[in-house]
């Protein structure tokens, strides 16, 4: 038996696991596929033993068929960012040790130099899946679930992502404990626009869907007008999203509205309504995005909270008061406190404290990190950075430890990766970068440069030179240039003074 398998992929589940435009495929479909997957990526050898294998493709059957079938055959999944610069992917890999990498078509042929130079083995899913025979699993090895399954890369305080080790059990437990507390079940059916390099998108939706049994439909972006008709045809019961997704809804219906089409803004606000559950999260929700949202479709939006180490950790009631401006208690099996900077647990309410997470549901390491592993931990509590208080057994978000990570759309950012990159224009002598309070990403990226003597520098030929040497949604919104940065007397840069120069 392959322990870490989903209960619902098997050969006697007829029902619609995924749908991609008109397509769609049963959940014997899908299984039979992975099993063809992972039996071509073990070429005839038992297990893959926690080879690292990446893969570079948007929401489809092939990204499933992919994940799984590394899970199967007992290798670590590795999915990457397909909006990612090319040039940022070659951390990952590197840190990873990744040995294969999977792409079809255009997101192959972009990543032909990079693997060549770094010698990884790079093939499309046809070519993994050449066994012409359903050896109905047979040969596939039985996974522990202490076992390693996949490593995310998550943005910090230093210059260079992290790579988020799970194992197959850490899976397991963040998918179930979710599948009971918001009530998923075989009759749902949920739109998956979200990235696939991240928990939201990878766990929240995908992971949780299959588990359930329910029917997942994949975008391969926030395509507004195909999910929007969608969800007018009353097709989807389940909607979750980063802030910033129901902020541009929003801002659709308005443009609607300008247009005189308010018949089509009711019908997709009653599509909203009839739904049994909306979800916001990765990002702080602002009440009056909540109160929005309510009066436009009726929805209580329920908030929680989570991060790549842990996946889920607080979260609103599926039953009971979803309180605005708050994420609500710590969902079961998580083990949730605050502590103070003297790593006294607080018990009072209204005190703020760092959260800190225990439970099946954190991850084991931080690959190659031994350092930053045993950093994030405190007598066995995964310390995330985040601060909160207690407001009557409701936790509400305060802000995070660190000025250097920014939340732009439900992105984690890190300040010093985008100085670092800013540091190399040949323009820039100094730079400081900080996120700025945005109505629409919830922060965005600002930018103070001090240029060198005799150079100049406007935002479009900022804006352009970026394009390319980092993702899109890193690059700066707003620059700013200074003929010094703050500094304190050590000399280091005093971000909350450039914060207060806007
Ligand atoms: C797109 N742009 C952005 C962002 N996204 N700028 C800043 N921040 C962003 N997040 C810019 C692009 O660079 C481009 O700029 C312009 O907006 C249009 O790009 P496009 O891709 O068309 O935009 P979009 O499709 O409307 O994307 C917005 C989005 C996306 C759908 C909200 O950002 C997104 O999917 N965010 C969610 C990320 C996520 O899943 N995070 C969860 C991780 P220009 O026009 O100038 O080129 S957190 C997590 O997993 C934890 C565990 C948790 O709690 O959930
Ligand atoms: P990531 O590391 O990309 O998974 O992002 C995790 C971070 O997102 C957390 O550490 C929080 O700072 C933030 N976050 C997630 N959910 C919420 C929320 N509901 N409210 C405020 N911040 C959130």
Redesign the pocket.
Same mark, same amino acid.
């Given at each position: 038996m392959v322990m870490h398998s989903f209960p619902t992929l098997n050969n006697d589940n007829h029902t619609i696991a995924l749908q991609d435009g008109d397509q769609s495929w049963t959940y014997a479909q899908v299984n039979a596929r992975i099993d063809n997957f992972a039996l071509g990526l073990l070429k005839g050898t038992g297990d893959l033993e926690e080879e690292r294998i990446a893969f570079f493709m948007p929401a489809s059957l092939d990204y499933v068929t992919t994940m799984h079938g590394i899970w199967r055959a007992g290798g670590i999944a590795v999915p990457l960012n397909v909006?990612s610069a090319v040039s940022e992917l070659e951390h990952s890999l590197s840190c990873a040790g990744v040995t294969r990498m999977i792409a079809n078509g255009h997101y192959r042929v972009v990543l032909i130099e990079l693997c060549a130079s770094l010698d990884i083995e790079l093939v499309s899913c046809k070519e993994v899946m050449s066994i012409e025979e359903n050896l109905d699993g047979k040969g596939l090895p039985d996974v522990n679930p202490s076992r390693r399954a996949m490593i995310l890369f998550t943005s910090g305080t230093t210059n260079k992502p992290k790579g988020v080790v799970s194992t197959h059990r850490t899976i397991a437990a963040q998918v179930t404990t979710l599948i009971d507390a918001w009530r998923w079940t075989s009759d749902d059916v949920i739109p998956l &626009?979200?990235?696939l390099h #991240? /928990? #939201? %998108?990878i766990i929240?939706i995908l992971s949780c869907g299959l588990w359930a049994g329910a029917c997942v439909d994949l975008f391969a @972006? &926030?395509d507004i007008p195909a999910i929007t008709q969608k969800i007018k045809a009353g097709h989807y019961n389940v909607f979750m999203a =980063?802030p +910033? /997704?129901y902020v541009?809804l929003i801002q659709h219906f308005d443009t609607l509205s300008a247009q005189g089409s308010d018949e089509e803004v009711k019908a997709i606000c009653d599509g909203f309504r009839a739904m049994r559950l909306n979800i916001s @999260?990765?990002a702080a929700c602002p009440v009056k995005l909540f109160n929005q949202w309510r009066e436009l479709t009726g929805q209580v939006l329920l908030e929680r $909270?989570?991060? +790549?180490e842990i @996946?889920?950790g607080i979260s609103n009631p599926y039953e009971g008061e979803r309180r605005a401006g708050h994420v609500g208690q710590a969902l079961p099996g998580v083990d949730v406190a605050l502590f103070d900077e003297n790593n006294y647990q607080i018990t009072t309410d209204a005190a703020p404290g760092e959260i800190r997470i225990k439970g099946d549901n954190v991850f084991l390491e931080y690959w190659d990190n031994e350092k930053a592993t045993s950093e994030s931990f405190h007598d066995g509590w995964f310390c995330t950075g985040d601060v909160a208080v207690s407001d009557d057994g409701y936790y509400r978000i305060m802000g995070r430890s660190s000025i250097d990570i920014i939340k732009?759309? %439900? $992105?984690?950012l890190s300040a010093l990766e985008i100085e670092g990159v800013l540091l190399t224009h040949p323009d820039i002598q100094e730079v400081a970068v900080i996120g700025v309070e945005d109505e629409t990403?919830g922060e965005? =990226?600002a930018a103070f440069v001090v240029v060198k003597e005799g150079k100049s520098l406007d935002y479009e030929a900022l804006?352009s030179w970026c394009k390319g040497k980092m993702s899109? $949604?890193k /690059?700066p919104?707003l620059l700013k240039t200074l003929n010094a940065l703050p500094r304190n007397a050590m000399g280091k840069v005093t971000k909350p003074d450039l914060k207060k120069q806007l």
């Open positions: 909006a &626009f979200l990235p #991240h /928990i #939201h %998108g929240n @972006g &926030f =980063v +910033t /997704i541009k @999260g990765s $909270y989570g991060m +790549t @996946g889920m732009s759309g %439900g $992105y984690k990403w965005a =990226v804006k899109s $949604y /690059i919104k």
